[in-house]
């Protein structure tokens, strides 16, 4: 298991194959979701070197995607993905250690995520990583986590 950078012209395939997927998972369709637009945000998160968009490799091919940015004094996750064949088998964790440490190293000490609350097991692997609901709207929560001490 490896984590690499997104390179935007090789990956954009994969790229969109997560999204979908995240996105009817999370919602159950596609109705809001712009290929074009995503891809426009991705291109412009890596160029401008705004955030960490990698992906988590397994046997040289990619089975997750965690896609951070710095908004202010706050981190955000904008994409958290695995392939369902790897859920449940530690991948996320090391996710969310990447994301931590790579907020760390921007100096923030919270970040926060989206996620649907029909999303159940994302849920509840963020609840057991200690991130919290701050604010809850129609089909998400917002969830939040003080990171500044290493050992949280």
Not at 32 to 40: P, V
Not at 96 to 106: C, G, L
Request: glycine share 8%.
């Amino acid at each position: 298991m490896k984590i690499r950078k997104v390179r935007f012209e090789q990956d954009q395939d994969k790229l969109l194959s997560f999204r979908r997927d995240a996105e009817l998972e999370s919602y159950g369709h596609m109705e809001r979701f712009d290929e074009t637009s995503y891809l426009k945000r991705i291109r412009s998160r890596i160029d401008n070197k705004s955030g960490g968009q990698v992906f988590i490799v397994e046997d040289g091919f990619p089975i997750g995607q965690i896609g951070c940015e710095i908004r202010g004094n706050l981190g955000y996750v904008n994409i958290f993905y695995l392939v369902p064949s790897y859920r449940g088998k530690g991948y996320g964790k090391k996710l969310i250690r990447w994301a931590e440490d790579y907020f760390r190293e921007h100096e923030l000490n919270t970040y926060q995520l989206k996620v649907a609350k029909r999303n159940i097991r994302a849920v509840s692997l963020y609840e057991k990583e200690g991130l919290v609901p701050v604010k809850k709207e129609e089909e998400c929560y917002i969830m939040e986590k003080d990171i500044k001490n290493p050992s949280d």
